[in-house]
Every structure is written in C-alpha cells, then in structure tokens.
C-alpha cells in the first residue's frame, strides 16, 4: 500500500471539456484534481495525490454539507472509495473525467447525481480492493484515513507519532524483538496481534522507555528517546497496562483518573477540569468515589482511559485491553477507542492475542512472530 | 466511669516533664510515622524494613568499637545500604528483593562478627533496637518532631505522585512522574524512620505505630487519602490507648501500645469481615 498505488491523472483539456465550469486550474499551476463549487463560486480546489485531495476537503468542511443540491464536486477519478467519501461529504452533484464501476453503486444508492467522460471496469488501487464490498460511508472513511495516515507516516517523517529503526531487544539469552523498523502516523490506529510470549509486552515497553533497546533507536515526535528514554516519553504516552494492577490499594476512581495529572504543569483548577473532561469523555464520571479494585473490567478500563485523557497522551498504548472483559465490554471498549482516536486524534497502539474481538476496519495490523513484525489482516 | 476515672488517673503522670515530653513525641509518632507504614506495607518493603534494622545494628557495632555515636553511625550503614539497594534497582540487571534480602543476612551477620571480634558489649550494640521514650532529651524530641514534619511534608507536597508509585510504578512513569525520584525517596524515608526514630522510641515500639495503623486503615478505606487519614487516626489512637493501658498496667509502653494495637487490630479485622459479609449478603439476595 502506497500513496503511489493510486495516483491521480492529471487531467487534460480534452478529458475536462464537458464541464465547462469545473474546468481546472491553467497552466503552470499543478493541475486541479478535485475542485468544489457552489454555483459560480469556487470553494475549494487542490492538487493533491490519490484520496488526500477529497481528506483534505473533509478536514476543510469540518462537518457534512446542509445544503448539498447548491454544491458540485468535480473530482479526476472517482472509484469505490471516492464515491464512499464524497457520500459522506454530503455531496450529491458529482462530475468526474473517470468513474470506476465499483463506485456507480454507491453514487446510485445515494441518489447522487453524477456525470464522466469516461467510465472503467475497475482502478488498480489496493483501497479499492479493501472497500469492495464495503457500503457504510463512516466505516469506509477510517479505513481511508488509517491508510492515509500509514502512508504519510511511510514517507513523510513529520508526520510520525513514533518511529522504531532497527529496533532489537535482547533479554537474557533471547532475541525478543528483532529488527524491528515500524513508523506510526499521527492519529493512526494499529492493531498488533501475536501469541502469548510473542514480545508484544516488550515492544511496548520499549516504546515506553521502560527496556532500553539492545540494538537501534525509538523516536517519539522526532525526538530520539536516548539516553533518558523514560524522561523523553514521559507525558506523552498514556499507558493501559494488562495486569489488574490496583491490587489491595484502596484508592478512588477519581485518584486514579488524578494521577494523569500529576506530572503536568497546570493549575489546580485546570487539573481537576480534565479529570472531570476525561472522565465524562469515558462515561465514567459517576464512578468517581467508588474504589477502584471494586470495579468491573470494562470500568476499569474507562477509568484507565480516562487517566490517559486527563494526561492529555497523545499515544495510547494498550496491552491486552480486552483480557478479562466479556463480550459486550469487549464491543464498548473497542467502540470507545475508535471514537477517542477519531475525536482527538490520539494515535492509539493496541496489542493483542483476541484480534478477531476487533473490527479492523479502520486499524493497520500487524502480527508480531518471533520478534519481527510483518503485514497481517485485512485491512493491508 | 470507673474506668473513665482511672484512665484520667492514669495520664496524671504527665506532670513529669520527661514522661510528658515522651508521651508529646509519642503522640506526634502515632499520627505520622502510620503514613510510612502505608508506604512500607504497599510497597513491600518489610524485607527492606528488618534489612535497615540490622544495618543500623551493624553501624551501631562499629561505632561502639571505634568509639563513636551509634545513631549516626546507624544512619550512615542505613543510608548506604538505600543507595546500594536503589543502585541496584535501576539497573535492569538487579533484583532489589533479592539484593535487600542479600544485605539482610549479611548486615546482620557483619554485625555479630564486629560485636564478637571487637568485644563490643552486645547490650550496648542492641541499645539501638530498644530506645527510651522517657530518656529522651530534648534535642531527641525536637528531631523527631522535625523529622515527622519532613515526612507529613513529603506525602502531603507529593500526594498524587506518590498515589501513583503505590498504584503502578509503570503507571506512574508512564504519567510522566519521576516515579524513580519518588520510590527512592520513600526507601529513604522508611531508612531514616527505622534508624533514627527506632533508636529513640525504640523497634517494638515502632512496630507498632508502624505496622498496626497502616493494617487497619488499608482494610477500611476506600481512597488513598482515607488511607493516609484512617492511618494517622488510628495511630494516636493506638498510641493514646496504649498508653493509659502500659501506665494502668504497669507494662513497658512498647508493650502496652501494642498490645492495644492488636486488639484494635482484632476489631477492625472482626468489622470488616461482618461487613463483607454482609455486602455478600445483598449481593446474593
């Protein structure tokens, strides 16, 4: 998967004559690739590469259109995945110089209105080969954005969360990690599943600070961790750990929701507004007196989550998140991740041996065997 | 009111200045030395609480045989063998338990090397374990007092950070709280209340201002601030107790004090159970 994989043509004077008003940009500009008008007025253009041009009109409207008979989009290539974007955009009047067939579907079950000069069997694209089947606009989005992200923390080093380079742990006489090169893009969801023992834990520990890498570096923010790890990371990182770590310690929901604080520079008042923000976040806030140890699992791990938001991280680390929970609070807490990291865009790294517990739709996944990570699932 | 009379009775003895200073400084270790005992009993450091004691032993033996203060001599092998101790823990390679448990049984058997080898009079040496409320001076009395704000100063400035090492050491890292700094400091406190404070109120005594409180208050509570409240409450009322009862018993105050603690113990055991039971009660009805 690449941003390569599907490249937008630019689009020829021939290829644009039909649409007169969505004509785009002269030369020797780079050529418009997706342009949204209202009537006569020009709205939004850009210039962009496979599905960034219509991610980038998402982040640009905030919200989906009011008025969607008043717009018109013209976009080069429409396929599956387009179409499913430009649905959830709102958008109903589309033109395009060429439509994939995979994409007609979806324009007609949305009764959107659409015009090309052309239209094709198919687009060699590996989304469009992931959402073939895939009929709800949300759900394709995340996979979209997931890619999108993945690709752009590929290429382009700003846009990484994190980043491990050659990254091997050796403990006692074993190889645990081997090797390991994994760029996170800012916001990305990745799934990590792999067998008990299979250094899942250790991965995350390392990411942490926690065991120093024998052999290659962990950069967070284009920050090596180095010879503070620990220090480095600090903050930023919010932890949900696998045990039931509370033990006999009597402490509070809210105390332990508090110590996402600890460490920051704020006000008291500032500090207690995000307890009270994360904590509503979760959907735990009624829980705040009640001891902590007498908690159900899936309570605990929104007031574990909440902890996290209230440090503000902006990684979310989680071992075996699902360990102990039932069915519905296996379902709850994977449904509050994804609205957590839509919501506020927190990279979250979920490591796990229950993948099928996961809707991986929307998540890169990766399996860890042996100490080397490598694709796996369906969403690569 | 008999009782209520012989108890009034009993604190008549106060009129003498050194019993008052003792019972005064008693009181202040009831209320505050329960909060290191919640930190000795949540971290588990009772290997590391009879480690510090035979250290401080083995730097009393040596300090007798070169002729110098016991006490100090103890807070310097207590100090070292912390500084050795959390050496040891931050790198990846070392077992603090076993390292304390190591520095356990070698202190210990350093000490009775020194005490034989050198003919240091063995009463001299274990004069550090059994200390004299009563013989305190008043420096003693103002060190302790001195050394109890110190300790209520640490918890209270670092509540929620130290919440956090008693949470989940990796949890409270990860929370960007220099747990490392924290968790050493807590050795260092536990070090400091077992050479200093034992050497003047004495290890029986202090065991059970200690101990007992902090057993108690981590039953009942149901936050780590209640801990810390139910701790010190429970602390003087140990101390207070116990107390009257050495005084009407004509008992060592050590042994009055915890005799008391046990039997508040027995209580608090005895009341959370019934509760327990009766939660499990509702629960099934």
Known sequence: ?380 | MIESLGLFEAFRVLEYLPIRRGFIVLMVAGAVFPLVGVLVLRLNLITLRFTLMHAALLGSAIALAAGLNPLVAGIVANTVVVAAISRARSHATGDAGAITTFFMVVTVGLAFAVIYRFRVPATDALQILWGNIYAMTPVDAWLTVGFAIVVVAFVVMNFTAVSAVLFDRSVARSAGIREGIIYTTIILLVGLTVSFVMRLIGALLLDAILILPALMALSLAHSVRTTFLWAALFGMAVVFFGFALAILSDLPVSSGVTIFGAVLFLCVHAVTRHRLYRSTQRSLT
């Open chain 1, 1 to 380: 998967m690449s941003q390569a994989d599907f490249r937008k043509a630019p689009a020829s004077a021939s290829e644009s004559a039909p649409a007169p008003s969505f004509a785009p940009a002269p030369a020797p500009a780079p050529p418009v690739v997706l342009q949204l008008s209202r009537g006569p007025q020009v709205l939004y253009t850009d210039t962009g590469a496979w599905l960034h041009p219509l991610l980038n009109l998402t982040r640009f409207l905030g919200d989906p259109l009011q008025d969607p008979a008043d717009h018109t989009l013209f976009d080069t290539i429409v396929g599956r995945a387009a179409a499913l974007l430009i649905v959830r955009l709102g958008i109903r009047r589309v033109h395009t110089e060429t439509m994939s067939r995979r994409g007609i579907p979806v324009f007609d079950r949305w009764d959107v209105a659409w015009s090309s000069d052309r239209v094709v069997d198919r687009i060699d694209c590996r989304t469009e080969e992931i959402l073939a089947d895939e009929h709800d606009p949300e759900r394709a989005f995340r996979v979209i954005r997931a890619r999108a992200l993945a690709a752009l923390a590929r290429s382009e080093p700003s846009h990484r969360a994190l980043s491990l380079d050659g990254v091997s742990v050796v403990r006692g006489d074993s190889l645990v990690l081997d090797d390991i090169d994994l760029p996170v893009g800012r916001g990305e969801k990745l799934l990590i599943t792999g067998a008990n023992g299979a250094g899942k834990t250790t991965l995350l520990e390392t990411i942490m600070g926690i065991v120093p890498p024998s052999r290659g570096s962990v950069t967070l923010y284009h920050r090596s961790t180095g010879a503070s790890p620990v220090v480095s990371a600090a903050g930023r990182i919010g932890y949900v750990n696998q045990a039931d770590v509370s033990g006999s310690l009597p402490i509070s929901a809210e105390e332990v929701v508090t110590i996402g604080v600890a460490a920051a520079r704020a006000s008291r008042r500032e500090k207690r507004e995000r307890v009270r923000a994360g904590m509503e976040a979760t959907g735990c806030a009624a829980l705040a007196p009640r001891m902590y140890r007498t908690l159900s699992g899936g309570e605990k791990r929104r007031v574990t989550i909440a902890r996290c938001l209230a440090q503000q991280a902006e990684i979310l680390l989680l071992d075996e998140p699902t360990a102990s929970l039932d069915g519905v609070a296996k379902g709850e807490l994977v449904a509050l991740l994804e609205d957590l990291a839509h919501q506020y865009e927190i990279t979250v790294i979920l490591v796990t041996h229950e993948a099928h517990m996961i809707d991986r739709s929307g998540w890169r996944h990766l399996q860890l065997s042996h100490g080397t990570l490598s694709a796996a699932g369906a969403a690569e």
